[in-house]
T-cell receptor, first 115, second 111 residues
Framework: EPEVTQTPSHQVTQMGQEVILRCVPI?????FYWYRQILGQKVEFLVS??????SEKSEIFDDQFSVERPDGSNFTLKIRSTKLEDSAMYFC????WGQGNQPQHFGDGTRLSIL | QQPVQSPQAVILREGEDAVINCSSS?????VHWYRQKHGEAPVFLMI?????EQMRHEKISASFNEKKQQSSLYLTASQLSYSGTYFC????????????FGKGTKLSVKP
């Protein structure tokens, strides 16, 4: 069964450094998402992406964050200058169609640790 | 804006039943249920659309009351494998389909 893949599985970065998290969505999917989950807390929406542009973003997704689909298969999340509070599990998700009647398939996540 | 889930935690013996509720103050297009085991990604269980239809995944079923903007997840004859945290994710009418998750319900099934 096709799946969403994320790399790396664990990223350790010094505060203030830039980090790029990578995702390969399921190949025929058109909608892409990033979520984050601080340890022990709920999953929080960051951003949605469709047709090579951001379609919606949350308050968490400030100017330090950016997303890109550089080559038609990868979907990346960049954090420009990391802060301690960016430490979390970051999940990429994709779905085939729009609206809210399609399941979002999650990758296994990248655990980001900021020191 | 986030949906409210109840209860926060449930402890069951194998074979017992449980109900998890999810309610929203916003008009919903759909409700999605996920189960997450410790250290793993959320796994999709089912989607409930407007219309109040019931869905089923193995011995887990769910309903959506559109008038009350409330969904309930029913776990019947629970198995050890049901243990995990259950999240409801809501899609608000007019949004781009992004999921707004509740805080989760931690379910522990004991032998």
């Amino acid at each position: 069964e096709p799946e969403v893949t994320q790399t790396p599985s664990h990223q350790v970065t010094q505060m203030g450094q830039e980090v790029i998290l990578r995702c390969v969505p399921i190949s025929n999917h058109l909608y892409f998402y990033w979520y984050r989950q601080i340890l022990g807390q709920k999953v929080e929406f960051l951003v949605s992406f469709y047709n090579n542009e951001i379609s919606e973003k949350s308050e968490i997704f400030d100017d330090q964050f950016s997303v890109e689909r550089p080559d038609g298969s990868n979907f990346t999340l960049k954090i420009r200058s990391t802060k301690l509070e960016d430490s979390a599990m970051y999940f990429c998700a994709s779905k085939e169609w729009g609206q809210g009647n399609q399941p979002q398939h999650f990758g296994d996540g990248t655990r980001l640790s900021i020191l | 804006q986030q949906p409210v889930q109840s209860p926060q935690a449930v402890i069951l013996r194998e074979g017992e039943d449980a109900v998890i509720n999810c309610s929203s103050s916003k008009a919903l297009y759909s409700v999605h249920w996920y189960r997450q085991k410790h250290g793993e990604a959320p796994v999709f269980l089912m989607i409930l659309l407007k219309g109040g239809e019931q869905m089923r995944h193995e011995k887990i079923s769910a309903s959506f009351n559109e008038k009350k903007q409330q969904s309930s997840l029913y776990l019947t004859a629970s198995q050890l494998s049901y243990s995990g945290t259950y999240f409801c994710g809501t899609v608000i009418v007019g949004s781009q389909g992004n999921l707004i998750f509740g805080k989760g319900t931690k379910l522990s099934v004991k032998p």
